[in-house]
């Protein structure tokens, strides 16, 4: 199973940015999908962004999408997710994700379709 480790959460005022990493390791990288989700207090887990596993695909939510990037760097085993234009909404706790179950990218946006899921980092914006 692969072992995520997220970094790089914070505190940012409003239209600041932010960058988060991951760090996976335990299983060939470049052969899985990654993404994040994140979780504020009281909501639904939600889907933020995916990326193929060679990166020539990406899925974002409609709310996030113009401000924020999902990439990856195969030979360090690092999928990164810069954040600008940060507003209070969102602030939430930010989940690393690995691997589709069923290896359909369209398959991106539902929580149950990930087999890995790291710690979480927090992200707080203020306003």
């Known amino acids: 199973q692969v072992q995520l480790v997220e970094s790089g959460g914070g505190l940012v005022q409003a239209g600041g940015s932010l960058r988060l990493s991951c760090a996976a390791s335990?299983?060939?990288?470049?052969?899985?999908?990654m993404g994040w989700f994140r979780q504020a207090p009281g909501r639904e887990r939600e889907f933020v962004a995916g990326?193929?596993?060679?990166?020539?695909?990406?899925d974002y939510a409609d709310s996030v999408k113009g401000r924020f990037t999902i990439s990856r760097d195969n030979t360090k085993s690092m999928v990164y997710l810069q954040m600008n234009s940060l507003n209070p909404e969102d602030t939430a706790v930010y989940y690393c994700v690995s691997e589709l179950k069923q290896k359909i990218p369209a398959k991106m946006v539902v929580p149950t379709e990930w087999e890995s899921w790291g710690q979480g980092t927090q992200v707080t914006v203020s306003s």
């Open positions: 335990g299983r060939t990288f470049s052969s899985y999908a």
């Open positions: 990326i193929t596993s060679s990166g020539g695909r990406t």
